[in-house]
Nanobody
């Protein structure tokens, strides 16, 4: 049974940084896509960043490019999201997600089979 466990959320002032972790257990896929989505109050869930297991390519939503960095430790089946220069607009529940095979250009709309429970990120001005 695959489980995704997130950690690293919290509260920070604008301009600060946080690092999220997502550890996958029971994960036997060699080729997979893992990443982060977020949902702010009253808004739809949106893709933040994803990374495939078999290449160095990664995908980001425009609003976080240059501020967030996603990485993957394949040996630990753990993805990280380093978030710098945070703004109040980044406040949301962040969910880790994973699926088999590639991420691809359609990563935002793809069906992710596995989801974490979510971790709250709050950025105050």
């Amino acid at each position: 049974q695959v489980q995704l466990a997130e950690s690293g959320g919290g509260s920070v002032q604008a301009g600060g940084s946080l690092r999220l972790s997502c550890a996958a257990s029971g994960f036997t896929y060699k080729y997979y896509c893992m990443g982060w989505f977020r949902q702010a109050p009253g808004k739809e869930r949106e893709g933040v960043a994803v990374i495939p297991s078999f290449s160095s390519a990664s995908y980001y939503t425009d609003s976080v490019k240059g501020r967030f960095t996603i990485s993957l430790d394949k040996a630990k089946s753990t993805a990280y999201l380093q978030m710098n220069s945070l703004t109040p607009e980044d406040t949301a529940i962040y969910y880790c997600a994973a699926k088999s095979m590639e991420c691809g250009a359609g990563w935002r709309r793809a069906k992710y089979k596995y989801w974490g429970q979510g971790t709250q990120v709050t950025v105050s001005s």
